[in-house]
């Protein structure tokens, strides 16, 4: 499999609103749950939200619930996450990743990483 590839990260004001996208190639795409991470300097790489391989099943952090929308398009073998109301605790490095096995709120059932995008929230 090939690295997820992630973009749209950058520089926002607290209360707006970014898309970012993660471009996933492979046969096993449209099978495979995908998820967003997220880490911040000096903490550990945290869950933010995952979608089955149809996007009838979705997962969320409780800290993005209602803010963040994670969706998917099979056909571009691509995964979104939209993310509004914004706050400066949502900086942070964005990565998505390929689930493997176990939960799905875990990083260790993720695999295939990305290089991330980085999402910055000024106050």
């Known amino acids: 499999q090939v690295q997820p590839v992630e973009s749209g990260g950058g520089l926002v004001q607290a209360g707006g609103s970014m898309r970012l996208s993660c471009v996933a190639s492979?046969?096993?795409?449209?099978?495979?749950?995908m998820g967003w991470f997220r880490q911040a300097p000096g903490k550990e790489r945290e869950f933010v939200a995952a979608?089955?391989?149809?996007?009838?099943?979705?997962w969320y952090a409780d800290s993005v619930k209602g803010r963040f929308t994670i969706s998917r398009d099979n056909a571009k073998n691509t995964v979104y996450l939209q993310m509004n109301s914004l706050k400066p605790e949502d900086t942070a490095t964005y990565y998505c990743?390929?689930?493997?096995?176990?939960?799905?709120?875990?990083?260790?059932?993720?695999?295939?990483w990305g290089q991330g995008t980085q999402v910055t929230v000024s106050s």
């Open positions: 990743a390929r689930y493997y096995s176990g939960s799905y709120y875990d990083r260790s059932s993720y695999n295939d």
């Open positions: 492979g046969r096993t795409f449209r099978t495979t749950t």
């Open positions: 979608i089955s391989w149809g996007g009838g099943r979705i």
